[in-house]
């Protein structure tokens, strides 16, 4: 099983709808949990993160955590063809007896006009 | 604003020389920055850990003696790829940990290396 999976995708909501991002994560001591937004090109931008389980907002985004079942999802409300990017999870996982940020593949994600 | 710069964005380099990347923090002084690599389509993979004025950490599988990190100051850290080949053309970015949790993680705008 990979460290850190995600659903390639490409995912492709109309403008206005929501769009849900999953993750799963091998580890079950991980603490910390992260979405990064990746545009074509460029480097991951951190846009939310989250630690404890339930529900995290901020303004369209909601982060969801589910640590007994090893899950984290990302939540884009309204969303916005500038929301087209690709979403990275991110995990903390102890490896080799230090933490490192252990990323998914990414979820390519399109909003249509 | 960016709290992470790298130089240069981009560079294309003949087989066999090496190629310096720096990396600056902007806003606070970073005593630990992160080097990744990710190649087309694929993850962001964790290179080494690059620690102000001692050796690098590297991960598993990265030859050190190719890809020489020195953290000289607070604010910089270079990363020489050297006798560069083409499968080391990638994009190369640099992190830092964040001010408020360190396991947060802030990324510079990465720089895109082919080698001919």
């Known amino acids: 099983q990979k460290e850190v999976e995600q659903n390639s995708g490409p995912l492709s909501v109309p403008e206005g709808a929501i769009a849900s991002l999953n993750c799963t994560y091998s580890d079950r001591g991980s603490q910390s949990f992260f979405w990064y937004r990746q545009y074509s090109g460029k480097s991951p931008e951190l846009i939310m993160f989250i630690y404890s389980n339930g529900d995290k907002e901020d303004g369209r985004f909601t982060a969801q955590l589910n640590k007994a079942s090893q899950y984290v999802s990302l939540l884009i409300r309204d969303s916005q063809p500038s929301d087209s990017a690709t979403y990275l999870c991110?995990?903390?996982?102890?490896?080799?007896?230090?933490?490192?940020?252990?990323f998914g593949k990414g979820t390519k994600l399109t909003v249509n006009p | 604003g960016a709290v992470v710069s790298q130089h240069p964005s981009r560079v294309i380099c003949k087989s066999g020389t090496s190629v310096k990347i720096e990396c600056r923090s902007l806003?606070?002084?970073?005593?630990?920055m992160f080097w990744y690599r990710q190649f087309p389509k694929q993850s962001l993979m964790l290179m080494a850990t690059s620690n102000e004025g001692s050796k690098a950490t590297y991960e598993q599988g990265v030859e050190k003696d190719k890809f020489l990190i020195n953290h000289a100051s607070l604010t910089l850290s270079t990363l020489t790829v050297t006798s560069a080949h083409p499968e080391d053309s990638s994009f190369y970015i640099c992190s830092k940990p964040g001010t408020g949790r360190a396991d947060t993680q802030y990324f510079g705008p990465g720089t895109r290396l082919t080698v001919l």
């Open positions: 806003d606070f002084q970073a005593t630990t």
């Open positions: 991110a995990v903390n996982i102890l490896r080799g007896g230090s933490e490192k940020l252990v």
